[in-house]
T-cell receptor
Framework: GAVVSQHPSRVICKSGTSVKIECRSL??????MFWYRQFPKKSLMLMAT?????????EQGVEKDKFLINHASLTLSTLTVTSAHPEDSSFYIC??????????????FGSGTRLTVV | AQKVTQAQTEISVVEKEDVTLDCVYE???????LFWYKQPPSGELVFLIR??????QNEISGRYSWNFQKSTSSFNFTITASQVVDSAVYFC????????????FGKGTTLSVSS
């Protein structure tokens, strides 16, 4: 079935540094990638939607200059948290849909990245 | 606008009890899709089921069953004879029938099953 590989699974970084999270679709073409953020014991909040080759569409309240999303190819999308601060600590998870996806009606989730900013 | 409500924040049961997780959705679209996901402590989302709006048949998969009722806009999930391994956060989600749209998640229900 469809698989999305998300790396890293955990990352600790210092305040002020940038962190890049990658999501790769391993056996299908991810035409659309969704990025979610999840606070502890909270729901998944959609941050942005990106279509391959286009600029990402951000949800209201999400700073696009802080959360840079790149979706330059059909198999790779990245989320870069720039100048990270402790309040950016969270669980980030990607979800891809596109051509050749599996049984979950085209929504394949990565395994998530737990970001801790110290 | 679309919305998913999971009114139960936390549920605690003892092993072998049956438990039902409620999900109520809102959408004006006539074609839409409903999902349930399980999120164990490790964090990954495990797909459980997808239902489209035209298929109101209830579904059973082992100890899991789902009751979809359009009349009440509900898509409830029942675990029969719960087990400790069922302990997780369960999310109900909705997607409208438009290409490239994201899933809209409910707030989730944390299920704790004790032995």
């Amino acid at each position: 079935g469809a698989v999305v590989s998300q790396h890293p699974s955990r990352v600790i970084c210092k305040s002020g540094t940038s962190v890049k999270i990658e999501c790769r679709s391993l056996d299908f073409q991810a035409t659309t990638m969704f990025w979610y953020r999840q606070f502890p014991k909270k729901s998944l909040m959609l941050m942005a939607t990106s279509n391959e080759g286009s600029k990402a569409t951000y949800e209201q309240g999400v700073e696009k200059d802080k959360f840079l999303i790149n979706h330059a190819s059909l198999t790779l999308s990245t989320l870069t948290v720039t100048s990270a601060h402790p309040e950016d600590s969270s669980f980030y998870i990607c979800s891809a849909t596109g051509r050749g996806t599996g049984t979950a009606y085209g929504y394949t989730f990565g395994s998530g990245t737990r970001l801790t900013v110290v | 606008a679309q919305k998913v409500t999971q009114a139960q924040t936390e549920i605690s049961v003892v092993e072998k009890e049956d438990v039902t997780l409620d999900c109520v959705y809102e959408t004006r679209d006539t074609t839409y899709y409903l999902f349930w996901y399980k999120q164990p402590p490790s964090g990954e989302l495990v797909f459980l089921i997808r239902r489209n709006s035209f298929d109101e048949q209830n579904e059973i998969s082992g100890r899991y069953s789902w009751n979809f009722q359009k009349s009440t806009s509900s898509f409830n999930f029942t675990i029969t004879a719960s087990q400790v391994v069922d302990s997780a956060v369960y999310f109900c989600a909705l997607r409208i029938n438009q290409a490239g749209t994201a899933l809209i998640f409910g707030k989730g229900t944390t299920l704790s099953v004790s032995s």
